[in-house]
């Protein structure tokens, strides 16, 4: 089992900033994933972006250049550091990990809520 906690988000003019924090605990291979996910209202779930435990980073591309994913393996935690915020970045914001890139098993955070005001 893994356990999936978000911190951060919350209510920011447009072109702001904001930064999110996951931290996962349990039975976590040294070879993983974590990574965000968003889902608007009316919309699915979409990437924002992922970073293996190789540091190897995927981001979706209406967040390049605005969105930095980073992590610190030895804690198992990622941050999200969003930059520029636009409202259309308004969404609830889910962690994602996967305790191991050599099976499909995903875990999901409960979600926060990121509001940009425009």
Do not use: H
Not at 88 to 113: H, K
């Amino acid at each position: 089992q893994v356990q999936v906690v978000e911190s951060g988000g919350g209510l920011v003019q447009a072109g702001g900033s904001l930064r999110l924090s996951c931290a996962a605990s349990g039975s976590i291979s040294r070879f993983n994933r974590m990574g965000w996910y968003r889902q608007a209202p009316g919309m699915q779930r979409e990437l924002v972006a992922t970073i293996t435990s190789g540091v190897t980073t995927n981001y979706a591309d209406s967040v390049k250049g605005r969105f930095t994913i980073s992590r610190d393996n030895a804690k198992n935690t990622v941050y999200l550091q969003m930059n520029s915020l636009k409202p259309e970045d308004t969404a609830i914001y889910y962690c994602n990990v996967r305790p191991s890139l050599f099976t499909d098993n995903d875990y999901w955070g409960q979600g926060t809520q990121v509001t940009v005001s425009s």
